[in-house]
Nanobody, 114 residues
């Protein structure tokens, strides 16, 4: 399984951005698609996940601002980020979990700054 993240960039505070993750390989069966982020000097933190049945979950820090979705037919999942804040600046990583194994993408940088 391979993951390719894309869509990062520079956005002003209060703006929106959508990042994508394309999954290829053995993706059949029950799985969980997740997004994490890591800011400079900080630990990687979880920001969203969606399971095979479409149920999604978020930490309080992004709930109401971030939304995860998936296009199962195309094996792509997205993270829509609204009302972005400077503290959302980080490299965003996608993760695909299936059959007891986690697969990570390479990360895409999101910078929130005026």
């Amino acid at each position: 399984v391979q993951l390719q993240a894309s869509g990062g960039g520079l956005v002003q505070p209060g703006g929106s951005l959508r990042v994508s993750c394309t999954v290829s390989g053995r993706t059949f069966g029950a799985n969980v698609m997740s997004w994490y982020r890591q800011a400079p000097g900080k630990q990687r933190e979880w920001v969203a996940r969606i399971i095979s049945n479409g149920a999604a979950d978020y930490p309080e820090s992004v709930k109401g601002r971030f939304s995860i979705s998936r296009d199962s037919g195309k094996n792509i999942f997205y993270l829509q980020m609204n009302n972005l804040k400077p503290e959302d600046t980080a490299t965003y990583y996608c993760k695909f979990s299936a059959r007891g194994t986690d697969y990570w993408g390479q990360g895409t940088l999101v910078t929130v700054s005026s």
